[in-house]
């Protein structure tokens, strides 16, 4: 996989013009998250369950669009010859294969109906693969590799509405396939326009789904409340009965009244043994085990931490602070059918390693796996279960259990785990400082988008904190000069801002 570079950055920057959009804004509910979760962590988890609440109430603005997709995919869902590719990177990915599982545990019967694709294969629901993201032809190529034909349906994800992966396969969709594909991302049309008037979501052969609900807790992280809306849109148009304005209201009072302060001890617990012990997730049920790894997976791009090790590579060397393991299995073929219901399926493109089969089947996820049994830890290891016991989850970390009332309907329940995993691995690393207000500091900059991040929030960090006005272009070549040089654990914002301090005198 290329490196990254200034010259491919800025033939590409256009799409960085970031002009209002919502994915991008900073959110002033959660201004001073980053103190509340040293001086009041129950507060904090309030401060997100409010900007959780808002996102939800915001899609109330979109019911009638969600019910046309779901009238649109039911057609689909009837015709033998039509399949539905739901399509997206990183956090979007993740997503289109939780949405895969919760249609086939609804539809047991229905076998292949609902395709995931996500940036890099199955390897990405435990590594993120960030580079895809920028690559337009590898989109089309994991496309047709996976399967798409002119019957299909592509629903294709993308928060900030930019990724040159997802658009690429829309416009591929709209010159091959019968059906009008679905673009769904959550910034306005109107700023979106305003990087670029010619935008795809402006082409009349795709329908344009926004679902703009305001900015993220923490500043463009959108795997927060930007992936929620497209989770709670896609469950209800696929799996839902009942009228979208009354499931959005019930899912928003169920958010409302979840006691996420509960989490307050369990939190408070992890973030210190992080800082030089381990942490095992533990889980059973299928559909906790996929919020738990998506949620551990995209720690690492959003706060720069090591990912899981793989022992076909050295980073066994370096363990990850986190892990995880499904405890009622005993090797990793029966891990992959029990949380895909099915074995994987890599790309196995000799460019990239991580796509390959060797690679996935070098992490053990299993209950007897060595890291599991510590074989090569050198500092103690923690277990955090997360279980399924009548209708309550039930988290247990150290001396520590909590119990949390879980609503009866599966899809629902996956919105609710998501929300306590988010909430929860967000603030405990707020009480190690990795954010500060709501402002990533420690994001890893693996492509274009994050780069750009990483330069925007270095700029608002060196005018808010110290009254220094660099350009972009002069924090750019900065934030270059050290990509290559970052280390794990390290804050390439920081970075940044002391170099250029320096530089101011």
């Not at 190690?432 to 402002?439: H, I, K, R």
């Not at 904190?465 to 794990?488: M, P, R």
């Amino acid at each position: 996989m290329q490196k990254l570079n200034q010259h491919t950055f800025w033939q590409q920057h256009q799409r960085f013009s970031k002009a209002d959009l919502a994915t991008e804004a900073i959110q002033p509910l959660s201004i001073n998250l980053s103190q509340l979760c040293h001086t009041n962590l129950a507060q904090a988890f309030n401060c997100f369950a409010a900007i959780e609440v808002n996102a939800i109430n915001a899609l109330l603005a979109y019911t009638d669009e969600i019910e046309e997709l779901r009238k649109y995919l039911q057609q689909v869902l009837n015709n033998a010859k039509s399949r539905i590719f739901i399509a997206g990177c990183g956090s979007s990915g993740r997503l289109a294969m939780l949405i895969k599982r919760l249609y086939e545990a609804y539809y047991p019967s229905v076998n292949e109906k609902i395709i995931a694709l996500s940036a890099g294969g199955d390897t990405s629901l435990i590594k993120s693969v960030e580079q895809f993201e920028d690559d337009a032809k590898l989109g089309v190529k994991q496309l047709l590799q996976q399967g798409f034909s002119n019957d299909d349906l592509l629903i294709g994800l993308s928060a900030n509405g930019n990724a040159p992966f997802v658009t690429a396969m829309l416009e591929y969709a709209v010159n091959n396939a019968k059906m009008k594909p679905y673009f769904i991302f959550n910034n306005s049309k109107k700023s979106l326009a305003a990087i670029d008037n010619q935008h795809i979501c402006f082409d009349d052969r795709i329908i344009a789904l926004s679902l703009d609900v305001g900015p993220m807790a923490i500043t463009g992280s959108t795997r927060l409340q930007a992936t929620t809306a497209m989770q709670i849109a896609l469950s209800l148009a696929l799996l839902s009965n009942q009228t979208i304005e009354a499931e959005i209201q019930l899912i928003s009072t169920l958010i409302a009244q979840l006691p996420l302060s509960q989490m307050d001890p369990i939190t408070t617990l992890e973030a210190q043994v992080i800082h030089n012990e381990y942490v095992l997730y533990q889980a059973e049920d299928p559909f906790i085990g996929l919020s738990l790894l998506a949620d551990i997976t995209e720690r690492a791009p959003t706060f720069n931490l090591i990912p899981f090790e793989n022992s076909s590579d050295e980073s066994i060397a370096t363990p990850s602070p986190f892990y995880f393991s499904l405890i009622n299995c005993n090797n990793q073929q029966e891990v992959w059918l029990k949380l895909f219901g099915r074995q994987v399926v890599c790309l196995n493109w000799a460019d990239f390693p991580d796509t390959t089969n060797k690679y996935i089947n070098g992490f053990n996820l299993s209950a007897i796996s060595p890291r599991a049994q510590q074989l090569y830890l050198k500092q103690p290891q923690h277990h955090s279960l997360w279980l399924v016991q009548q209708d309550k989850l039930v988290i247990t970390f150290k001396n520590v259990s909590i119990s949390i009332n879980l609503p009866q309907e599966l899809y629902y329940r996956a919105i609710v785990y998501k929300s306590i995993l988010n909430s929860h691995s967000t603030l405990m690393l707020g009480k190690l400082d990795y954010f500060e207000g709501n402002v990533m500091l420690f994001l890893n900059p693996s492509n274009y988008k994050l780069v750009d991040r990483a330069i925007r929030l270095s700029q608002l960090i060196l005018q808010q904190n110290y009254h220094l006005e660099f350009s972009y272009a002069e924090v750019a070549a900065q934030t270059f000069k050290l990509i290559d040089k970052l280390q794990a654990n390290q804050s390439i914002v920081k970075l940044v801002v002391a170099h250029l301090k320096d530089k101011a005198g």
